[in-house]
């Protein structure tokens, strides 16, 4: 699988919208850019996923860029909930596990 | 089921015991994932079934660990001769699989928490 960087740890505000990168410059034709998230002391959960459009759904907007080569996970309210390890991975049609890297630690600030 | 389904939740062992871990995936989701997460730590794969068979086993981290799937279903991972570094919450996760579409998601359990003492 293709690799995803994401910054460590990034701060918010209560009531703002939150934009978390992640960047994957080898990504293939096939790669679907998935997103997951894991609440203190939980399993992670999905949050959204996208090949090439962009993609809403009640938790999160995914914005893709036009290359492919970086992503953007958008919660348009953060609330003191959001707070959490996010996950950028890629997966294609042939791989067989999800790599799940060391996310970006979101911090909600109320 | 619902849900994914992880026992026990909790365990404490004494070093040198083995453990016995079950996973119960959402019923009709023939992947099976499991990881291991340490305090603080991120999700380390440990190993991946396709129906009954385990295609990628390469995480498992030592010959105590083993994982064995019956029935498509139930999965069990297998601790023997516990180590203080087997502490950590082991992860399963299940997904539809099928034809190895890059859309399936994954559905995570609660976690069992091993503590060796």
């Known amino acids: 699988d293709a690799k995803t960087t994401q910054p460590n740890s990034m701060e918010s505000n209560e009531e703002e919208p939150v934009h978390l990168p992640c960047n994957h410059s080898?990504?293939?034709?096939?790669?679907?850019i998935h997103w997951y998230r894991q609440l203190p002391s939980q399993g992670p959960e999905y949050v959204i996923h996208?090949?090439?459009s962009n993609v809403n759904n009640r938790m999160a907007s995914l914005a893709i860029a036009e290359d492919r080569k970086s992503s953007t996970l958008i919660l348009h309210r953060a609330t003191l909930r959001d707070a959490a390890v996010y996950y950028c991975?890629?997966?294609?049609?042939?791989?067989?596990?999800?790599?799940f890297g060391p996310g970006t630690r979101l911090s909600v600030l109320p | 089921g619902a849900g994914v389904s992880q026992s026990p939740s909790n365990k404490v062992t004494e070093k040198g015991k083995d453990v016995e871990l079950r996973c119960d995936p959402i019923?009709?989701?023939?992947?099976l994932y499991w990881y291991r997460q340490s305090l603080g730590q991120g999700l380390e794969f440990l190993i991946y079934?396709?129906?009954?068979?385990?295609?990628?086993k390469s995480g498992l981290p030592s010959d105590r660990f083993s994982a064995e799937r019956t029935g498509g279903s139930v999965s069990t991972l297998t601790i023997q001769r516990t180590q203080q570094e087997d502490s950590a919450v082991y992860l399963c996760a299940s997904s539809l699989g099928t034809g190895m579409s890059g859309a399936n998601v994954l559905t995570f359990g609660a976690g069992s928490r091993l503590t060796v003492l």
């Open positions: 996208g090949l090439t």
């Open positions: 079934f396709q129906g009954n068979s385990a295609p990628d």
């Open positions: 991975i890629l997966r294609d049609n042939y791989g067989q596990n999800f790599v």
């Open positions: 019923s009709g989701h023939t992947a």
């Open positions: 080898t990504i293939s034709g096939t790669d679907y």
